[in-house]
């Protein structure tokens, strides 16, 4: 499922996002620049092959290189949410990357939106298992929100407030207009997509309107206030149905403009912060990790470790096993090493 927004005020300018998902373990990557890398291809001539321009953060739960947010030293971020009304173009002559990959690649090669926005149409995304829709900013406070209709990419860059759940932009926004005249403690706080949208829309504005001198803590409030919770119902298709229960397992602020990021997560909600500017990109050649799911508080970008092939083993034996059935044993032990043919030019 999951919720993005963008906010700012004079200090800070920040993207949020709530991850909602069956589970919540995960990693937190540090990737090193001038990483020569290529793109998981089983058509080896359609292969794409890089190496990293930017250093950057990324968490992910599938596997490194497969993240689901992050933010490089430039101070590009960007977020996906999961989109049900969404295609992913058609296969055509195009190198492709998947749909999380293409994160990771974003974030390797660009610094700005407008960089982005400029070389989007040069690759296509292919699904593997999801269709997902994106929203991207950076340093200056420009913020995009990216998504798939019909197989054509749709560019979302005059928004007066730029939030997104899983519909499309336009169908969200004519929805939540029909509330307009309602209080916020009068709107639905349901958790499906088109009323989250609407109360994340409306807490976004009542930010421009009110603004805090604590933006980061009130960027955690709204995303506490549109979380996925969970519940007795939940349980219990679960219990029954044998039906995974979707609730908010993390919770994510790019203090963009201030190259820090803070998270929580279901079982742990203390704070905790990462300074990407600690991390030293110009010396650092080799990647870092930190599991997301750790019981630490506070700082914690000295807590990083050298990444091993073992980290990336946790997340994916554990991910993949409720869909081993998509994807096969022998892929996801090729997912587990990939990344170690990846070597520092």
Not at 46 to 65: D, P
Not at 261 to 266: G, L, N, R, T
Request: glycine share 4%.
């Amino acid at each position: 499922m999951c919720t993005t927004f963008t906010m700012k005020n004079n200090e800070h300018f920040l993207l949020g996002q709530n991850y909602d998902f069956y589970y919540g373990h995960g990693l937190i990557v540090v990737s090193p620049r001038g990483l020569s890398k290529f793109s998981l291809s089983e058509e080896e001539e359609k292969r794409l092959h890089w190496i990293s321009k930017y250093g950057n953060v990324t968490f992910t739960q599938f596997g490194r290189e497969l993240p689901m947010s992050g933010m490089n030293e430039n101070g590009l971020a960007i977020a996906m949410m999961f989109h049900e009304d969404g295609e992913l173009p058609a296969i055509d002559e195009r190198p492709s990357l998947n749909e999380l990959q293409w994160i990771q690649y974003q974030l390797d090669h660009f610094g700005t939106v407008k960089e982005v926005i400029k070389h989007l149409e040069e690759v296509r995304i292919e699904k593997s298992i999801y269709t997902l829709h994106y929203t991207v900013c950076d340093v200056t406070g420009e913020t995009v929100l990216i998504e798939f209709i019909n197989g054509k990419a749709n560019v979302i860059d005059q928004a007066t407030y730029y939030m997104i759940t899983n519909t499309s932009y336009e169908r969200s926004l004519e929805y939540a207009n029909q509330f307009a005249n309602q209080s916020i403690q009068q709107l639905s706080r349901k958790t499906n997509s088109l009323d989250r949208f609407t109360l994340v829309y409306r807490l976004i504005e009542q930010v421009y309107q009110k603004p805090s001198p604590n933006a980061v803590e009130q960027a955690f409030s709204i995303l506490k206030e549109v979380s996925i919770k969970p519940s007795m119902q939940g349980m219990w298709n679960w219990i029954g149905k044998r039906i995974p229960h979707t609730f908010t397992y993390w919770s994510i602020v790019f203090d963009v403009n201030n190259f820090i990021i803070y998270f929580k997560d279901q079982k742990n909600k203390n704070i905790r912060q990462i300074s990407l500017q600690q991390f030293g990109f110009a010396h650092l050649d080799h990647a870092l990790s930190l599991p997301i799911d750790n019981r630490l508080s506070g700082e914690v970008t000295n807590n990083f470790t050298p990444y091993s092939t073992k980290d990336n083993e946790r997340i994916i034996n554990i991910s993949y096993k409720p869909i081993s059935h998509q994807i096969s044993k022998a892929d996801q032990k090729e997912l587990i090493t990939y990344p170690d043919q990846f070597y520092h030019v």
